[in-house]
């Protein structure tokens, strides 16, 4: 079993519609969850983390996290072309606090 | 303030020669990831920097790659002799000890033939 699990995709919304991104991870004492975006040729970008359960937004971007089910989401809502791109869930582990384990990415399409 | 900044962009090579990568992290980041990404895929670690010290390279093929970070800022990331199935884009993210949060270069995209 990978670390961390993602469905690659690839997710079609229209525009204007939430997209939601999946992502479970394998360990159960995980304790910080980071989405990244990647633009087709280009690095990837932080843009959103998440420690406790629940839900954290920020803007048209919401993180979920269900500890207990070890899984984590990405919202997001009113979608827009320019949201099109490569999502990874990264997470780190616990008794390396900065060795990041990254899911193979979901690739979302945002259709006009 | 300036970013992860690596170099080439772009290299390619034919298989058996050496290739460098370079990276300079953001000023102040303790913390330096070289990273493997192919085609589809998530990163994957390579090598990871406290200072100068590496202190996480499991997942570094020791028999071509190798790597230092002098003085504990630059790092450069070696192959040789490099082979058709290291083509992939070789990322550089450097963050803060202590702090999850890492920041990605640019990529050196590699195409090994």
């Known amino acids: 079993q990978k670390e961390v699990e993602q469905n690659s995709g690839p997710l079609s919304v229209p525009e204007g519609a939430i997209a939601s991104l999946n992502c479970t991870y394998s360990?159960?004492?995980?304790?910080?969850f980071f989405w990244y975006r990647q633009y087709s040729g280009k690095s990837p970008e932080l843009i959103m983390s998440?420690?406790?359960?629940g839900d954290k937004e920020d803007g048209r971007f919401t993180a979920q996290l269900n500890k207990a089910s070890q899984y984590v989401s990405l919202l997001i809502r009113d979608s827009q072309p320019s949201d099109s791109a490569t999502y990874l869930c990264a997470v780190p582990t616990v008794s390396n606090f900065n060795k990041f384990y990254f899911g193979s990415g979901t690739k979302l399409n945002v259709k006009p | 303030e300036a970013g992860v900044v690596q170099s080439p962009r772009y290299k390619i090579i034919e298989k058996k020669q050496p290739v460098a990568f370079w990276c300079n992290p953001i000023s102040g980041h303790n913390t330096l990831y070289w990273y493997r990404q192919n085609l589809g895929q998530g990163p994957e670690l390579l090598i990871r920097?406290?200072?100068?010290?590496?202190?996480?390279d499991s997942q570094l093929p020791k028999d071509r790659f190798s790597a230092e970070r002098l003085k504990g800022v630059d790092s450069t990331l070696k192959i040789q002799p490099a082979e058709l199935g290291d083509s992939a884009v070789y990322l550089c993210?450097?963050?803060?000890?202590?702090?999850?949060?890492?920041?990605f270069g640019q990529g050196t995209r590699l195409t090994v033939v």
């Open positions: 998440i420690y406790s359960n």
């Open positions: 920097y406290e200072n100068e010290e590496a202190v996480d």
């Open positions: 360990d159960r004492v995980s304790q910080s």
């Open positions: 993210a450097s963050s803060l000890r202590g702090v999850n949060e890492a920041f």
